[in-house]
């Protein structure tokens, strides 16, 4: 029997399939890792599209999805950033929310106390 190569196309569902079993082994994604995914695949797609009109649709596509990757992962540490920052300071509001009704439960307390309601 003889040994024939493994095609592209072949090798991209073996890659492909890999990835999506490997991907699920984890918890969440992150706003990062969402980005680059969506970088990778778009890029991926868009330069196999480019890569075949000049006749090499798998290296457009791996250059592409490279390309992708990378830009979606900077864009996506960017917006996690900025939810990070807005998480903190949405504590810090509830924290110092807390702190005004509770200073407001005392003076009110206090006032009853010493009967000025």
Same mark, same amino acid.
């Given at each position: ?9 072949? &090798?991209?569902? @073996?890659?492909?399939?890999? @990835? +999506? ?14 980005? &680059?995914? +969506? ?5 991926? $797609?868009?330069?196999? %599209? %480019? ?21 979606? $992962? +900077?864009?996506? /540490? =960017?917006?996690?950033?900025?939810? *990070? =920052?807005?998480?903190? =300071?949405? *504590?810090?509001?509830? *924290? *110092? =929310?807390? /702190? %005004? /009704? ?16």
């Amino acid at each position: 029997m003889k040994n024939r190569p493994v095609t592209s196309k072949k &090798a991209a569902i @073996l890659l492909t399939a890999a @990835l +999506v079993l490997g991907g699920c082994t984890g918890g969440a994604l992150t706003t990062r890792e969402k980005s &680059a995914g +969506v970088g990778a695949l778009g890029g991926a $797609a868009v330069g196999g %599209i %480019i890569g075949s009109m000049v006749g090499h649709p798998a290296a457009g596509a791996a250059i592409g999805g490279g390309l992708g990757l990378g830009a979606g $992962a +900077v864009i996506g /540490d =960017q917006i996690q950033g900025r939810e *990070n =920052q807005s998480y903190r =300071q949405d *504590n810090e509001i509830r *924290n *110092n =929310q807390a /702190d %005004i /009704d509770r200073q407001r439960y005392d003076l009110e307390k206090r006032r009853r106390e010493r009967g000025e309601y």
